[in-house]
């Protein structure tokens, strides 16, 4: 298997607030937030630069966070 690449992250999953929503920040962007009472999973696929940009990580998880609270709000 020359050329082949893996690359690792492990197992990174966030509680984000006492609701019980979690996120799991992947590489180059990309990120999966998860609302268990709502049922309700937010994906961002992305394609970043780097693996870790750091400088457009806090703006983005914000966004996402509160996509997925406002989406979580309007669910029956």
Do not use: N
């Amino acid at each position: 298997m020359s050329g082949l690449r893996l690359l690792v992250l492990g197992y990174r999953t966030w509680l984000i607030d006492k609701a019980g929503r979690c996120a799991l920040p992947g590489a180059y962007g990309q990120a999966v937030m998860v609302d268990p009472s709502s049922k309700l999973v937010v994906v961002h696929a992305a394609a970043h630069a780097e693996p870790r940009d750091s400088a457009s990580g806090g703006p983005q998880f914000r966004f996402l966070h509160s996509t997925l609270r406002t989406l979580a709000a309007l669910s029956p």
